[in-house]
T-cell receptor, first 114, second 111 residues
Framework: KAGVTQTPRYLIKTRGQQVTLSCSPI?????VSWYQQTPGQGLQFLFE???????NKGNFPGRFSGRQFSNSRSEMNVSTLELGDSALYLC?????????????FGPGTRLTVL | SQQGEEDPQALSIQEGENATMNCSYK?????LQWYRQNSGRGLVHLIL?????REKHSGRLRVTLDTSKKSSSLLITASRAADTASYFC???????????FGKGTLLTVNP
């Protein structure tokens, strides 16, 4: 099976812009989770989707949003970008959710906000 | 705040030695997982241990869980240069569908 793919791999934006990141899970996986990784805060949970429903959301402002499509592919959007949004954004998929079994991570999207 | 806290933050050993990393957490959990990350890339799942288990093995990896002390340890035996990576513990509890990661231990294995 193909692994989790994320596009784009690298992105440079300026403050105030918005960005959309995409994640394609492993075929058959219905759960997709998103994480933000920074040197200062480490890995922080953004949200988790299962069968197009958001089941949980982390402590991030409303500028961070996501959705999941019927084919389980997921997108996350960050509006009005701030310098502090520069990070590695990771998505992970699993059959039922990462709290029950292992998550399979994509390579990440490296976002730089100038 | 992070649920899991790994200790030490960094560890440097020679090839062939064993490496032990510890993870402490604050609240009750359903399971605890260990992941590895090579230099800014995606995470790779290593092992999952459920709250009713005390020890699990996978190849050169041994994980223990002590729920009374709210702690876990990851032992890598006979380490190799290719084991150089950051290691994270992640916990889940209740039904909040959320994995909470610690800040990780950076392991360097010198050839």
């Amino acid at each position: 099976k193909a692994g989790v793919t994320q596009t784009p791999r690298y992105l440079i934006k300026t403050r105030g812009q918005q960005v959309t990141l995409s994640c394609s899970p492993i075929s058959g996986h219905r759960s997709v989770s998103w994480y933000q990784q920074t040197p200062g805060q480490g890995l922080q949970f953004l949200f988790e989707y299962f069968s197009e429903t958001q089941r949980n959301k982390g402590n991030f402002p409303g500028r961070f949003s996501g959705r999941q499509f019927s084919n389980s592919r997921s997108e996350m959007n960050v509006s009005t970008l701030e310098l502090g949004d520069s990070a590695l954004y990771l998505c992970a998929s699993s059959p039922q959710g990462g709290v029950y079994n292992e998550q399979f991570f994509g390579p990440g999207t490296r976002l730089t906000v100038l | 705040s992070q649920q899991g806290e790994e200790d030490p933050q960094a560890l440097s050993i020679q090839e062939g030695e064993n490496a032990t990393m510890n993870c402490s957490y604050k609240t009750s959990i359903n399971n605890l997982q260990w992941y590895r990350q090579n230099s800014g890339r995606g995470l790779v799942h290593l092992i999952l241990i459920r709250s009713n288990e005390r020890e699990k093995h996978s190849g050169r990896l041994r994980v223990t869980l002590d729920t009374s002390k709210k702690s876990s340890s990851l032992l890598i035996t006979a380490s190799r240069a290719a084991d150089t990576a950051s290691y994270f513990c992640a916990t889940s509890g209740g039904s909040n569908y959320k994995l909470t990661f610690g800040k990780g231990t950076l392991l360097t294995v010198n050839p």
